[in-house]
């Protein structure tokens, strides 16, 4: 078997568990420890004598969202938004895409996708920087002299 990749949250409770199956911590301890009830620490407990440490891992790890919209729909999406409704915010451009379009998409889920389409900027992104202007020599502008600085002594 290779490396699995656990989180340290999962790491810990492998650890916890360790103890409890080694005797050196009782069921009732390691859920308090573990935040758990001690029906849950006996069924951590049952996975790993069956499945051993891999088994606590969590099985959803590497695995797309169930709720995540296929890349046909986002394609769509963003073609229609950079076709259509260029000019427009996410807000704006999700209701009408909505309203025109049929597709109901949320508008942060949009903004994010313009935004790596290349489509939006962030306010912050937009602003423009203006580069400040160094004063012009006038004629007769007075010298300012600082007097905390001791003068060379006279010769």
């Known amino acids: 078997m290779g490396l699995i ?5 999962d790491l810990q409770r492998i650890e916890i568990l360790s103890k409890v199956m080694a005797g050196r911590m009782t069921m009732v301890s390691a859920a308090h ?3 758990l009830s001690t029906r849950q620490v006996r069924r951590l407990l ?9 088994s606590i891992r969590h099985k959803a790890i590497g695995r797309p969202s169930n709720n995540r919209i296929s890349d046909g729909v986002r394609d769509y999406a963003v073609t229609l938004v950079g ?9 704006l451009a999700a209701e009408k895409l909505a309203e025109r379009d049929g597709l109901r998409v949320s508008r ?4 994010s996708w313009m935004v790596d ?4 900027l962030s306010r912050k992104q ?6 400040p202007r160094g004063r012009c020599d006038c004629f007769g502008e007075l010298v300012q002299i600082d007097g905390s600085a001791p003068s060379p002594a006279p010769i």
């Open 46 to 54: 049952d996975r790993i004598r069956t499945g051993g440490a891999a």
């Open 33 to 35: 420890v573990l935040d």
């Open 108 to 111: 942060e889920t949009l903004r």
């Open 83 to 91: 076709e259509r409704y260029a000019d427009f915010g996410p807000t």
């Open 117 to 120: 389409a290349g489509l939006w």
């Open 5 to 9: 990749a656990m989180s340290e949250r």
């Open 126 to 131: 937009r602003r423009t920087f203006h580069q």
